[in-house]
């Protein structure tokens, strides 16, 4: 089993900065890609970032591409999202989570492990 819990969600103007965490316990996440995901009200789950932890691959939304950086902290078993140029359409809860066959995949269905969310919201 892995649990994850996220921090460092708040509200921030727009062009702003933010910075997620990703806490993970339970196991090591060297065999594991970790994505990010977020979920604005009424509307669907959409991916993010991924990022496989053993190599480094990182994938992005297009959406994000060139403001969002995502990271991951060995020693530390921690993932993180750097959130550069925030818009407020990147107002949304977003989660964390783990896929044990390091695919780095944009589909949710792929992640066996998921935080609890944190709440990013973006004033204009």
């Known amino acids: 089993q892995v649990q994850l819990v996220e921090s460092g969600g708040g509200l921030v103007q727009a062009g702003g900065s933010l910075r997620l965490s990703c806490a993970a316990s339970?196991?090591?996440?060297?065999?594991?890609?970790m994505g990010w995901f977020r979920q604005a009200p009424g509307k669907e789950r959409e991916f993010v970032a991924a990022i496989r932890w053993s190599v480094g691959i990182t994938n992005y939304a297009d959406s994000v591409k060139g403001r969002f950086t995502i990271s991951r902290d060995n020693a530390k078993n921690t993932v993180y999202l750097q959130m550069n140029s925030l818009k407020p359409e990147d107002t949304a809860v977003y989660y964390c989570?783990?896929?044990?066959?390091?695919?780095?995949?944009?589909?949710?269905?792929?992640?066996?492990?998921w935080g609890q969310g944190t709440q990013v919201a973006v004033s204009s």
């Open positions: 989570a783990a896929d044990g066959a390091d695919r780095a995949a944009s589909s949710a269905l792929w992640y066996d492990y």
């Open positions: 339970g196991r090591t996440l060297r065999s594991y890609a």
